[in-house]
T-cell receptor, first 116, second 113 residues
């Protein structure tokens, strides 16, 4: 079984500052993938970034980077230079890579509010 | 490249009725997964279809069912609706072979009254 824990129900950050959203996970699968999604109030889940468990380098996508610490089972999302449009719910998710399934397990999410 | 399309966007149904939701995945993607999102339970996996076969199922009652067509479009059906079925239903599209991608549609917001 897989489990994702996001301990921050809400985070506040000022525009142009960096923010880290925490995510820890638990799994018995030797190979897995970690995802971060953004969900604005409209409801759509927007894919942000992906990290494979065997990837040697931390993933980056524009202003998003994933701080992957495998030994600590953490996959924190770092957003640099926050923008007002970053205000949304953020979900961490994972899936096993060798099970043949594409099922994602999600955390409870973190609400990020960016102020001017 | 078109994204994941879910229809309808909004639905209001009465208890006891049934409902069918539709999901068209990204062209070339063969895996479609369905998730239910509620404020209390968060995001919960319903089922996954790959090449017209259900290959994984979440812990939901038999009132929830789905299918996938040869063009990879998927439908999910909920029969005998209950108030607790009110939720945002999200569909995810993946290639199915390289599970490093999972893109979602905008969701269908179902309200049961």
């Amino acid at each position: 079984a897989q489990k994702i824990t996001q301990t921050q129900p809400g985070m506040f950050v000022q525009e142009k500052e960096a923010v880290t959203l925490d995510c820890t996970y638990d799994t018995s699968d030797p190979s897995y993938g970690l995802f971060w999604y953004k969900q604005p109030s409209s409801g759509e889940m927007i894919f942000l970034i992906y990290q494979g468990s065997y990837d040697q380098q931390n993933a980056t996508e524009g202003r998003y980077s994933l701080n992957f610490q495998k030994a600590r089972k953490s996959a924190n999302l770092v957003i640099s230079a926050s923008q007002l449009g970053d205000s949304a719910m953020y979900f961490c998710a994972m899936r096993p890579m060798n099970s043949g399934y594409s099922t994602l397990t999600f955390g409870k999410g973190t609400m990020l509010l960016v102020s001017p | 490249k078109a994204g994941v399309t879910q229809t309808p966007r909004y639905l209001i149904k009465t208890r006891g009725q049934q409902v069918t939701l539709s999901c068209s995945p990204i062209s070339g993607h063969r895996s479609v997964s369905w998730y239910q999102q509620t404020p209390g339970q968060g995001l919960q996996f319903l089922f996954e279809y790959f090449s017209e076969t259900q290959r994984n199922k979440g812990n939901f009652p038999g009132r929830f069912s789905g299918r996938q067509f040869s063009n990879s479009r998927s439908e999910m059906n909920v029969s005998t609706l209950e108030l607790g079925d009110s939720a945002l239903y999200l569909c995810a599209s993946s290639p199915g072979i390289t599970p490093t991608e999972a893109f979602f549609g905008q969701g269908t917001r179902l309200t049961v009254v």
